[in-house]
């Protein structure tokens, strides 16, 4: 082979080894190489299978070989930062290979919250050359006293699924440190790498040092063979609503036998759960079929994870944990059961398969009910158009500033003007003004003027030089012990009697249990012994009616271009060929009995059933904003004397039921719901609450974890909501609130969704009332049950209305009576 003078700038025992292979570097490769060389930072944006782990760190690997032994135990020279522990685990196997094989001595370590004590210690004592790491560990680390000579030496950093980072608290978290780092090493070098990059300029800036996109450059690699993606036939007929997929088992059972390996994805970790147990039940040939998600334990998952990469498994039932970059060659079919909510999300799934770029990856879509029909097919077709989705990176959370602030007191005093200086060269906190971030310093110094009075929020002690220090040393260790950003709620670890721990379920689940109770984990079906202490005690067993775990805060959320996608579907029946039978059955009855949404506008429906009233609305803003618009709506609705019972929102529609018909559409929808209506809601929400208590665990107002307990969810919440009402009376510009606030605006209440909506029906309501529910409403009206509103309306009715209606009933209804015997009554 003959290599051109770039490839040779390699250099041995690089080329050497791409040439006993029979490889050659990728061009993408060789530019890294070369943008990094050049001092500059780099954004590698390439599909899956196109060697960006290699390209990526090309650059630590020549220029560590280049000078072997140099620096030891001062400090690591490069940095790889991972999403997922579990990336971090399997980057360390495929690198170590190839280093192994060129004889380089080069250590290469993963250090993540499942690393053990005594290797952390080691790694201390003697880092090694990489140190892969995830975003949580490399916080800790900052906070070290000893930081600054740790990694005064450190050249490269190199962030993987930099998308998947970019915009979020983690990403916030990290984007500070890196800022940190910066100031150890000022000639520090970023790497950025992902496959699927909707917005490029800002994902540079959030990389670059200093926030300045035009600092960094982006080599784009190759493009690869276009996937394959299709729709799964099932013999049974789709369900009318549900979010399981349970009804296409067969035919997903078959698909894993007709393949080597494949990956079964869904979206919630109870979904993995019941999926795992049906594809149990229907595995026949006895296949190797493994449940992987982040609730099990560490030891199940890295078993897991190791028989996927020895090739022993067929296939694995998964939640996102493993959506990133876990290299298995062998994978060549992903099944997403459910939609995936976003065309980035399916795009990054479907790269697990193939792996290599000129082998198209192989994927099948498992609707779970018949809008799910509609959201796939317009998934693919965003693939095929090659369209990319997701909201750009906003500014940086304040809560994460304090908890970082902290931890720069844990590893050193510091002035207000260093640090804001520092914070606002990192990407997210380049636009922070001054007055916000004093008012954090003061919150961090001593809980801010609500608070000042109470000893225990005095952590920082500001000297007569104007210095920052830690009051007491021992705020440091509890800082570490709560160093984090992803708020989940409080779990018990579920340990077999006499048996090992099998992972962990959240409180509030495992509190309302009761000795005998069946339940299913791990893949296996559980029998409830009791709680001890922090443990749920259970035995193997078989039981009626198993409860399944169902975990807070797992739903993805509803992309607006794929919104967009299936809104115009609905309104281009021209479109509709290729849809199944039973879809386009409901579409053209729907057509018949009303009319379709719209592209622009929005179409309501209402009609009387059962003593009440519903009100139906297409918004296609998502869930977030469909139950902000639910409970604004039926705040509306009781001022107007209409009686409102309750709502049940999806990503789709919204219905809302009540004791007396609503007609004036206009005055229902306006605008003017997001200024005072919105405010007044908010304030007493406990939703509101809820997002205060997840600001104040980031922010270090509550420590959950303490040496030696954890505090339990019920504490935890008792004391934020004690503290809210506080700082309410006494500090209602408290800078906690204010985070919570832009939290909840920007989060759960997703009120630029719902804003966009609101905008788009103004002038543009389609009102049709209608005699009895129509066919596009049916899979909404099956999910009533899971909100309610208090109002004046009669007790009994109230439980009545909370009541799931009779499914077949329900259907034949929206088809025209009981003798449409052949319609489906699922």
């Excluded at 002038?763 to 009895?772: E, N």
Aim: proline fraction near 5%; glycine fraction near 8%; charge should be negative.
């Amino acid at each position: 082979m003959t290599l051109s003078p770039s490839e040779l700038a390699l250099g041995s025992p690089f080329t050497e080894w791409f040439e006993s292979r029979g490889w050659a570097p990728h061009a993408h490769q060789l530019e890294m190489l070369a943008a990094v060389r050049a001092g500059r930072d780099a954004l590698l944006i390439a599909p899956t299978g196109g060697g960006k782990t290699l390209a990526g760190f090309l650059p630590s690997l020549t220029a560590l070989a280049a000078k072997p032994g140099e620096g030891k135990n001062q400090g690591p020279h490069t940095l790889y930062i991972s999403p997922l522990k579990a990336l971090a685990v399997d980057i360390q196997r495929n690198l170590s290979a190839p280093v192994e094989e060129m004889g380089l001595k080069i250590g290469i370590e993963a250090r993540t919250g499942d690393t053990p004590a005594n290797r952390r210690r080691r790694q201390r004592e003697v880092p090694p050359d990489i140190l892969l790491t995830t975003p949580e560990s490399l916080a800790v680390l900052i906070s070290d006293e000893e930081a600054a000579t740790y990694f005064g030496q450190i050249e490269t950093v190199v962030v993987d699924e930099a998308h998947a980072l970019a915009g979020t608290k983690r990403g916030d978290q990290l984007a500070l440190c890196l800022a940190r780092l910066q100031v150890f090493s000022p000639g520090l070098r970023r790497i950025g790498l992902s496959a699927t990059v909707a917005w490029p300029e800002e994902l540079k800036s959030w990389l670059a040092a200093d926030g300045d996109a035009s600092s960094v450059t982006v080599v784009k690699g190759g493009d690869a063979a276009a996937p394959v993606v299709s729709i799964l036939e099932t013999a049974e007929r789709l369900p009318w609503s549900g979010h399981y997929g349970l009804h296409a088992v067969p035919e997903i059972y078959q698909e894993i036998t007709k393949a080597e390996v494949t990956l079964v994805f869904v979206n919630t970790r109870a979904q993995a759960e019941l999926l795992f147990q049906e594809l149990w039940r229907a595995n026949d040939d006895n296949l190797p079929i493994a449940l992987h998600h982040g609730s099990l334990a560490r030891e199940q998952r890295r078993k897991v994870e190791a028989a996927m990469s020895a090739g022993s498994l067929r296939a694995v039932v998964a939640t996102s944990s493993l959506d990133l970059g876990i290299d298995w060659a062998a994978v060549d079919l992903v099944v997403q059961v459910g939609p995936p909510k976003g065309i980035s999300r399916l795009i990054q799934r479907i790269g697990r398969a193939g792996h290599r770029l000129d082998v198209p990856s192989r994927a099948m879509l498992v609707p779970c009910n018949r809008f799910e029909v509609l959201e796939c097919r317009c998934a693919i077709d965003g693939v095929e158009a090659r369209t990319l989705d997701g909201d750009p990176p906003g500014v940086g959370g304040l809560d994460v500033l304090a908890q970082h602030l902290l931890g720069l007191a844990c590893s050193a005093p510091f002035t207000a003007d260093e640090a804001y200086a520092e914070v606002t060269r990192a990407g997210p906190y380049r636009t922070l003004q001054r007055s916000d971030f004093d008012d954090v310093l003061s919150y961090v110094e001593d809980g801010g003027y609500a608070l000042k009075a109470y000893d225990r929020w005095r952590r920082l002690f500001k000297t007569a030089a104007g210095r920052y220090e830690l009051a007491d040393r021992r705020i440091a260790l509890r800082h570490r012990m709560n160093i984090g950003t992803i708020v989940e709620s409080v779990t018990m670890k579920v340990k077999l009697k006499r048996g090992p721990v099998l992972g962990e379920v959240e409180e509030y689940f495992a509190i309302h249990l009761e000795p005998g109770d069946s339940f299913v984990f791990a893949g296996q079906m559980l029998i409830f012994q009791g709680i001890r202490e922090t443990t749920v005690e259970v035995t193997r067993g078989t039981g009626d009616a198993p409860k399944v775990p169902a975990y807070m805060g797992t739903r993805f959320p509803f992309t607006t271009h794929l919104s967009d996608r299936v809104r115009d579907a609905l309104a281009d029946p021209g479109s509709w060929s290729g849809l199944p039978d039973q879809v386009l059955e409901w579409l053209r009855l729907q057509q018949w009995r009303s009319v379709m949404p719209g592209r622009d506008g929005l179409l309501v429906e209402t009609f009387p059933r059962g003593g009440k009233e519903y009100l139906v609305a297409y918004g296609f803003a998502g869930r977030n904003a469909h139950q902000t618009l639910g409970m604004l709506l039926t705040k509306r609705m009781e001022r107007l004397g209409l009686s409102p019972l309750g709502f049940v929102a999806s990503d789709y529609v919204i219905a809302v039921w009540s004791l007396e018909p609503a007609t004036d559409m206009a005055a229902l929808f306006d605008q003017d719901m997001l200024g005072d209506d919105l405010e007044s809601w908010l304030e007493e929400c406990s939703l509101m609450r809820r997002t205060f208590r997840n600001v104040a665990i980031v922010a270090g107002l509550i420590e959950r974890r303490l040496p030696g307990r954890e505090k339990t969810g019920r504490q935890v919440t008792f004391n934020t909501d004690l503290i809210y009402d506080v700082l309410r009376e006494h500090q209602p510009d408290h800078i906690l609130l204010r985070a919570a606030r832009s939290d909840a605006r920007g989060g759960m209440i997703d009120v630029g969704r719902l804003a966009e909506m609101l905008a788009r029906a103004k002038g543009g309501i389609r009102h049709r009332r209608l005699d009895r529910v129509s066919p596009l409403a049916v899979p909404i009206l099956l999910e009533v049950g899971k909100e309610q509103v208090r109002g004046a309306a009669d007790a009994d009715l109230l439980a009545e209305a909370q009541s799931y209606f009779d499914e077949a009933e329900l259907v034949a209804e929206a088809m025209g009576g009981p003798d449409h015997g052949e319609l489906p009554l699922r």
